[in-house]
């Protein structure tokens, strides 16, 4: 059976980091695409940051650029997003996702989703 666990969310100040982990089981990570997306309150669902099958390429929204980095660990089957220098905007339900196809980071493109982990940036 194909799941995804994500953990490592919390509550953070701002300027802190927190680094979310994605384990897979039932398939193997690095045939998919692979990406991070976050739903804030009220919100649509939106892509954080992708990495294309085989990690050929990487994108990230421009909200995140150079503050986050996600990366996987194909040994562990586990994908990683750092996050550096939260802010209060960057609060929302992170989910780990994986997609057959690498096409773009949109919620739309991709097959399987993690349960979610909470992260807020607040004082």
């Known amino acids: 059976q194909l799941q995804l666990v994500e953990s490592g969310g919390g509550l953070v100040q701002p300027g802190g980091s927190l680094r979310l982990s994605c384990a897979a089981s039932?398939?193997?990570?690095?045939?998919?695409?692979i990406g991070w997306f976050r739903q804030a309150p009220g919100k649509e669902r939106e892509g954080v940051s992708c990495?294309?099958?085989?990690?050929?390429?990487?994108n990230y929204a421009d909200s995140v650029k150079g503050r986050f980095t996600i990366s996987k660990d194909n040994a562990k089957n586990t994908m990683y997003l750092q996050m550096n220098s939260l802010k209060p905007e960057d609060t929302a339900i992170y989910f780990c996702?994986?997609?057959?196809?690498?096409?773009?980071?949109?919620?739309?493109?991709?097959?399987?989703w993690g349960q979610g982990t909470q992260v807020t940036v607040s004082s």
């Open positions: 996702a994986a997609a057959i196809l690498s096409r773009r980071c949109v919620a739309e493109n991709y097959d399987y």
């Open positions: 990495i294309s099958s085989g990690g050929r390429s990487t």
């Open positions: 039932g398939f193997t990570l690095d045939y998919y695409a």
